[in-house]
């Protein structure tokens, strides 16, 4: 199986800052990437796909970037609607698999 | 808008049984696959199975393989998942989830969540 290992598991931050993500995987997985946003209680939330491509209607503010193993999610200006919990997911073979999380709350 | 719907859910003992199903409304599943996705509470996404559009074929994660088994009805716009000898660990909210666009692997449109309780 493939492990996807997130890092940091926490970030504080503040309205305004720019906010990077990373997320490592076990082996190459070419583009074959996610990230999703999720909130409490809530559905997850797909924000980026194949690594760097940006979801119909998510702000240009998310960017996604990376192949092979090292993959980057990057806010590049935290709006207060963006304090949730990011995870990204490979999608390179079964089983399919998620990084632990990434949360981001308030400084 | 995509609109996934669950029912299903609720508390069970340990080795019971219970049908989860997910209901799409405003679009048809029949183009899409499908899958199922669980949480436990306070922890993070874990997959669980996956169909194609023709139940052509079905994948498992290992935690479930010959415990749970994951079909659909086209013709009924629905997505079920049949699950078997459940254990303690099974308690989660399980969401179902449409691929985005074919067998990308991608999952752009969730439901609502279901929570499964598995306790005596």
């Known amino acids: 199986d493939i492990q996807m290992t997130q890092s940091p598991s926490s970030v504080s931050a503040s309205v305004g800052d720019r906010v990077t993500i990373t997320c490592r995987a076990s082996?190459?997985?070419?583009?074959?990437l996610a990230w999703y946003q999720q909130k409490p209680g809530k559905a997850p939330k797909l924000l980026i796909y194949s690594a760097a491509s940006l979801e119909s209607g998510v702000p240009s503010r998310f960017g996604g970037s990376g192949s092979g193993t090292d993959f980057t999610l990057t806010i590049s200006s935290l709006q207060p609607e963006d304090f949730a919990t990011y995870y990204c997911q490979q999608a390179f073979n079964f089983p399919l698999t998620f990084g632990g999380g990434t949360k981001v709350d308030f400084k | 808008q995509v609109q996934l719907v669950e029912s299903g859910g609720g508390l069970v003992k340990p080795g019971g049984s219970l049908r989860l199903s997910c209901a799409a409304s405003?679009?048809?599943?029949?183009?899409?696959?499908m899958t199922w996705i669980r949480q436990a509470p306070g922890k993070g996404l874990e997959w669980v199975s996956y169909i194609s559009s023709s139940s052509g074929f079905t994948y498992y994660a290992d935690s479930v393989k010959g415990r749970f088994t994951i079909s659909r009805d086209n013709a009924k716009d629905s997505l079920y998942l049949q699950m078997n000898s459940l254990r303690a660990e099974d308690t989660a909210v399980y969401f179902c989830?449409?691929?985005?666009?074919?067998?990308?692997?991608?999952?752009?449109?969730w439901g609502q969540g279901l929570l499964v309780t598995v306790s005596s």
């Open positions: 082996q190459g997985i070419s583009n074959w």
């Open positions: 405003t679009f048809s599943i029949s183009d899409s696959h």
């Open positions: 989830a449409r691929d985005r666009l074919g067998a990308t692997r991608f999952f752009d449109f």
